[in-house]
């Protein structure tokens, strides 16, 4: 008897509508549109800003989107994995306030913290739920409101980070598609580099570390794009060796939209063209778990069945990944 497979059946996805350019940032901070374009790529970023919202107000969006467009049952859902690195509160989980937003009375959920490879972690997660056979209805969504612990006055970190969610509904598969593979890694050491300082308990928010700017996120830019050059570009050729596929066997890569530079060097390591590389870090930046979920959202439509992806990710922590997937439905 083969063993269940956890097949994607649908993404759905949510952006704010206010675009934050490279030209209004520039009237924030020592910048400019050249720049932020020739060194990272972005020409512009969405900002969540209606008072009251939250990352959980973006994931629910996302999670509503996935279940309209599938025809899903919000009580037929059985498991709901929330990855984010912007919980609304330290607890309860934001997935727990995702579920209540979105209707999932019958499901249980929790949060996972892995920053820009949060996704892929919740991805790998969520598929051994279904592959276990105990569940057969399991919802991934990443989401991440950045532009809350985003400094608008570091001009080296602030036209890298957008808001946004993208959620993927997990069932079992009926056939040989479905999530079929994963590498997953981490660093500890590599905290030092990307962080956020204060606000944890090892620095408990007090008025100096407000004053000092603590609460933001903090990232020393030359060890976090050589790892992730390396990283990224190590774990994406590694599954494609591991599963014996070759560049023309891959129809997308789908990389954590963080750097340009940093998708290029990934994509020549698996010597694959530019049109094979989903990207869209021009128009949403870095939106951290997102990131990917928003790419197969934008692609869905150029995506069909038994299409093979690769899912690459790099992150604080250090963490990061890779999946690959056999695509399991046509366009809708």
């Not at 590694?238 to 990934?266: G, Y």
Request: aromatic share 8%.
């Amino acid at each position: 008897m083969s063993r269940i497979k956890a097949a994607i059946t649908g993404v759905g996805a949510y952006v704010p509508t206010y675009v934050l350019t490279n030209d209004e940032l520039s009237q924030m901070v020592d910048t400019t549109d050249e720049w932020i374009m020739q060194r990272i790529g972005i020409k512009e970023r969405r900002i969540l800003k209606e008072k009251g919202k939250a990352t959980s107000s973006l994931g629910a969006r996302a999670v509503k989107d996935l279940l309209a467009k599938t025809g899903t049952d919000p009580l037929d859902i059985q498991l709901l994995i929330c990855a984010t690195i912007t919980p609304d509160m330290h607890f309860p989980a934001t997935g727990n306030i995702i579920s209540e937003k979105t209707g999932l009375a019958n499901a249980f959920s929790f949060d996972i913290g892995a920053a820009c490879s949060g996704f892929i972690f919740a991805l790998e997660t969520g598929r051994r739920y279904v592959e276990s056979g105990a569940y057969q209805k399991v919802i991934v969504v990443g989401t991440d409101m950045m532009s809350a612990i985003v400094d608008y006055e570091d001009r080296t970190t602030c036209p890298l980070f957008g808001d946004g969610a993208g959620a993927v509904l997990l069932e079992p598969s009926k056939d040989d598609t479905g999530v079929l593979d994963s590498i997953l890694a981490v660093d500890g050491s590599g905290a030092k580099h990307l962080h956020m300082y204060a606000g944890g308990s090892l620095h408990p928010p007090t008025h100096a570390t407000v004053d000092a700017r603590q609460h933001f996120i903090f990232q020393e830019g030359q060890p976090v794009f050589k790892m992730a050059v390396s990283k990224m570009a190590d774990v994406s050729v590694e599954i494609m060796k591991r599963n014996n596929l070759s560049n023309k066997d891959i129809k997308f890569l789908v990389p954590h939209q963080a750097n340009m530079r940093i998708i290029e060097a990934t994509a020549r390591r698996m010597e694959i063209e530019r049109e094979q590389v989903m990207i869209n870090i021009d128009r949403y930046g870095n939106t951290t778990a997102a990131t990917i979920p928003l790419c197969l959202w934008d692609y869905e439509k150029q995506l069909k069945k038994g299409d093979n992806l690769v899912l690459s990710s790099f992150g604080a922590g250090f963490t990061w990944g890779s999946i690959y997937v056999k695509w399991s439905y046509d366009p809708k």
